[in-house]
């Protein structure tokens, strides 16, 4: 690190807002005091957390014996003559007062502090645990040390004086996700949430004996799922290559290889819309047992997601963002996607509805149909508008058109419809499932009609991977398989927007 001031003021130059030039002197003055601005190692002897866990019960007015040496944020200061209060804030949001008074730390040192501190600094602390007067749990500091000079201010956030809390923009939040985490307690909430439902998913998986494996990212075919794929170049064998959209064909080869509980989270890209419940870059697991089927996969998923409510929160009653509750608990509803769609519109819809039909009813309702779109498709579409949108519970929604669904087995007793169901909670799609199709042969007819139809202008059709056809050959299981987005299940447990559940989404640039 450079230690002349001069020659910093060189590299930051003179143009900066005036807080920061301000910062950034009260820097030079500590290094050429010969103090360190930013320190490798302080002698911190306990955490924030830890001094509020283990001396709760200290009376207003009480001063003990022991001592700590602690180190956080500042978020507070008020400096007032002979003393300074400052509140310290640790990485969770916990927050312990400390206070600097001239007879505990001198004189010099508290000037010092007073003309060297400000609000975001990281600071050290070493003192007598107590509490304020009224009450408030307090170090009583005997000497300081700056943890780590703030340049930048934090953000203006504040509660008027009808209790409005002012705070980032939305956009601010998601492009500079580290101010929010400093300011906003539900920032760093969702994190610790998160890493909850991570070790929940986990356990949930290890409990029913299934292996955790990882597949590529980078594939020379793109297959799984439909959707458009982001595409990359590798220069070591001049090579194009797709970030893959989904983990199933290698998952599937996995069980081939006699891997009978298989399942992976990971990333997928989709080079797609972003709303309020799609990124472009997202996370995602997908699972696979042997000799199971879609119903032995809706209790999977209904099991993982119950399950990391309980974890989380310790209730399947959860409470979303916007204060209502939200019951994930018990049974779910199962509806099926042909029957809810001909009640809804009083007429029956089929596999053999013709296509003129279809086209009129998604004219009727406002629906866009692409010229590519297969029946099956305009079902879904037309489904989607006036069913799906409004699935408050959780549900099950069963047995979807084969013209869709590639990779699922064919329904035992419903011909034209396929043994898969979509979940949908709140509205949202949250994650499917399939009996998996397991007859290499209409596998092999399948995959080339889809490659049939990327030829006519389908951009979400899949490829023929004759590498995967082949793994199916040498004999794949009767199977279930399910996928989930991890952000839509944070979406379903908080009722949160996927720009919030993801900790650093992608944006556009401003």
């Known amino acids: 690190m450079n230690q002349n001031p001069e020659a910093n003021s060189e590299v930051f130059g003179d143009d900066a807002p005036e807080q920061i030039q301000v910062r950034r002197a009260k820097r030079e003055k500590l290094l050429a005091d010969g103090y360190q601005a930013y320190p490798a190692e302080l002698p911190i002897t306990a955490t924030i957390q830890e001094v509020r866990a283990n001396y709760a019960n200290v009376e207003p007015g009480e001063e003990l014996v022991d001592e700590v040496g602690v180190a956080g944020r500042v978020m507070f200061m008020r400096p007032s003559g002979k003393i300074a209060f400052v509140v310290l804030q640790a990485g969770d949001g916990t927050r ?51 943890a780590a000079k703030a340049i930048r201010p934090l953000p203006k956030t504040f509660t008027t004086a009808d209790g409005e809390e002012m705070s980032l923009g939305e956009e601010t939040r998601v492009r500079q996700r580290h101010l929010d985490l400093i300011t906003r307690q539900s920032a760093r909430d969702m994190i610790r949430i998160r890493a909850k439902m991570m070790r929940s998913i986990r356990k949930t998986f290890e409990d029913r004996e299934f292996i955790e494996i990882e597949t590529p990212i980078l594939q020379t075919l793109h297959g799984g799922a439909a959707a458009r794929p982001f595409t990359t170049h590798i220069n070591a064998y001049d090579e194009d290559l797709y970030l893959r959209i989904a ?42 047992q042997a000799y199971a089927t879609y119903d032995t996969m809706a209790q999977l998923t209904k099991d993982l997601i119950q399950n990391a409510a309980m974890d989380i929160f310790g209730t399947t009653t959860v409470t979303l963002a916007d204060g209502s509750e939200y019951d994930l608990g018990g049974e779910w509803d199962e509806i099926c996607l042909y029957d809810s769609l001909s009640e809804k519109l009083g007429e029956e819809i089929t596999v053999e509805t013709p296509r003129t039909r279809l086209l009129e009813i ?149």
């Open 247 to 288: 983990t199933e064909l290698y998952l599937k080869r996995a069980v081939v290889g006699g891997v009978e509980r298989v399942y992976e989270i990971g990333k997928n890209f989709r080079n797609e819309g972003a709303d309020s419940s799609h990124s472009p870059e997202f996370s995602a697991m997908e699972a696979y």
């Open 362 to 510: 998604a004219e009727q309702y406002g629906i866009k149909v692409k010229d590519y779109a297969v029946n099956g498709k305009i079902v879904e579409d037309i489904w989607e508008e006036l069913v799906g949108d409004h699935l408050y519970k959780p549900t099950f929604v069963r047995d979807f058109p084969e013209d869709t669904s590639p990779l699922t087995r064919g329904h035992r007793s419903k011909p034209g419809l396929t043994e898969k169901w979509d979940l949908y909670i709140r509205g949202v799609e949250t994650a499917t499932a399939y009996s998996e199709l397991a007859d290499p042969v209409i596998q092999r007819q399948r995959l080339t009609a889809q490659s049939l139809e990327a030829a006519n202008g389908d951009p979400e059709a899949m490829q023929l991977d004759e590498d995967f056809i082949q793994a199916m050959e040498q004999g794949f299981p009767p199977a279930g398989g399910m996928g989930m987005g991890i952000d839509r299940m944070l979406m379903a447990l908080t009722g949160l927007g996927i720009r919030e559940t993801i900790a650093f989404p992608f944006v556009k640039r401003g």
């Open 96 to 146: 312990l007062q400390v206070i600097f008074s001239l007879a505990n730390v001198g004189q010099e040192a508290l000037d010092y502090l007073k003309a060297n501190v400000d609000l975001g600094d990281h600071l050290f602390a070493a003192g007598h645990i107590g509490a304020s007067k009224r009450g408030e749990l307090s170090v009583f500091a005997h000497s300081w040390q700056m």
